[in-house]
Nanobody, 125 residues
Framework: QVQLVESGGGLVQAGDSLRLSCAAS????????VAWFRQAPGKGREFVAA????????DYVDSVKGRFTISRDNAQSTVYLRMSSLKPEDTAVYYC??????????????????WGQGTQVTVSS
């Protein structure tokens, strides 16, 4: 099992940028696909971005394409989500998640094995 801890959330204004971090421990991080999901109040958990375990191959929900970038530093066992041009509709709790070793990335939250506790991002208009 991999333990995940997110950080970097906060209150920002529309148009600002944030970088979320997710530090992993307790497993071989470099073998695992990683993803970011988000959940706004009263809504289900939404896929945001994913990165293949090999480091090549990214996937983004259409609403964040061109604004968000997912990346990873295997040496630091950390995954990042760089968010720019933030909009009020990006307001949510953001979660990172990992799949099992060598499993491909996915948009389905049900296929992710380990989750962080989440970090709140609030974008004011």
């Amino acid at each position: 099992q991999v333990q995940l801890v997110e950080s970097g959330g906060g209150l920002v204004q529309a148009g600002d940028s944030l970088r979320l971090s997710c530090a992993a421990s307790g497993g071989i991080f470099r073998r695992r696909a990683v993803a970011w999901f988000r959940q706004a109040p009263g809504k289900g958990r939404e896929f945001v971005a994913a990165l293949h375990w090999s480091g090549s191959g990214t996937d983004y929900v259409d609403s964040v394409k061109g604004r968000f970038t997912i990346s990873r530093d295997n040496a630091q066992s950390t995954v990042y989500l760089r968010m720019s041009s933030l909009k009020p509709e990006d307001t949510a709790v953001y979660y990172c998640a990992v799949r099992g070793p060598f499993e491909p990335s996915s948009r389905s939250p049900n296929e992710y094995r380990d989750w962080g506790q989440g970090t709140q991002v609030t974008v004011s208009s």
